[in-house]
């Protein structure tokens, strides 16, 4: 069989999606061994899946996430996306940090272009000006593409920077809290906008998050995660069928993934 045939049978066998992400035994240590923040991670994420994980401050959370990356090298352990190791930054990789981070004397299109101009120059950006526009509409922001970040609001600097990490068309989607910084409502509603984005790209993304209910709302798997150095002390599937809505957020059902979540949390994760 050809390698693209194995690959077709594989995916045909594991209806769950093609694995994009794959981490084995990763684990990693700051201060000369003295800091011990993650411990064996073994990860594997699906085409087009949303999985998140939750565990108390100081776990490795974002370590995990920066390792994935490859912004941080794991001590020990591999990290593969799409067959090849991560040893760096990479192009097919976006990312979306609990800032938005845009720059004040550049208006909200050119902070959007600007992986693009630090990639591959000025008159690329300009070319991509056209698609820049275009997902400054899809996500509500048709009107502001010449005013300054001074002019937005936190949940429409967090919407440009959303357009900011789409630009490169990335495969994964690599989140650290971006809305935690937002009031609750301003959060179901880019949670929304999160879901709607990633369902129409059958985007692969990964949630770091300190929120049970957004972690429940937003993902298909949530890894919990023990206190100081990380494992994964339990994998919950949320089945709950999509796209999700607010109304969901009162639903029994959902109550349920929340607590389950919750009562890991408060039993284990945390000593
Ligand atoms: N560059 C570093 N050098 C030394 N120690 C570090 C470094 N980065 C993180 N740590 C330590 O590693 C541990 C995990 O940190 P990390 O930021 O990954 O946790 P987290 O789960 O994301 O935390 P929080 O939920 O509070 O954001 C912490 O004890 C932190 O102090």
């Known amino acids: 069989m050809t390698s693209a045939a194995q690959k077709a049978a594989a995916v045909q066998a594991d209806p769950r999606g093609r694995p994009v992400y794959q981490l084995r035994g990763v684990s990693k240590h700051y201060a000369h061994g003295h800091i011990k923040a993650l411990d064996t991670i073994d990860l594997t994420l699906r085409e087009g899946t949303f999985s998140s994980v939750i565990g108390p401050s100081g776990c490795g959370k974002s370590t995990l996430l920066k390792i994935m990356a490859g912004l941080v090298s794991p001590t020990r352990g591999s990290v593969v996306l799409e067959g090849k190791p991560v040893t760096g930054a990479r192009r097919d990789i976006g990312m979306m940090f609990q800032q938005a981070t845009l720059f004040p004397w550049r208006t909200t299109v050119e902070n959007i272009l600007l992986p693009i101009e630090v ?3 000025r008159a690329a950006a300009k070319a991509a000006r056209g698609a820049a526009e275009e997902l400054l509409n899809t996500v509500g922001l048709k009107g502001f593409e010449d005013v300054y970040p001074t002019q937005l609001s936190g949940g429409m600097a967090q919407r440009a920077a959303i357009c900011r990490m789409l630009v490169t068309k990335p495969s994964v989607l690599l989140l650290d809290e971006p809305f935690s910084a937002l009031d609750e409502l301003a959060r179901d509603f880019m949670n929304i906008e999160l879901q709607r984005i990633c369902l129409e790209r059958n985007a692969t993304a990964f949630l770091v998050t300190h ?4 972690a429940v709302f937003l993902s298909d798997i949530v890894y919990v995660m023990s206190s ?14 999509r796209p999700r809505t607010v109304e969901m957020l009162v639903d029994p059902a959902f109550g349920q993934y929340v607590n389950r979540i919750r009562s890991r949390l408060d039993k284990g994760a945390f000593v």
């Open 119 to 121: 990639r591959d120059g």
């Open 211 to 214: 929120s049970i209910p957004e």
């Open 228 to 241: 100081r150095p990380g494992q994964f002390v339990e994998t919950i599937e949320i089945d709950l069928p």
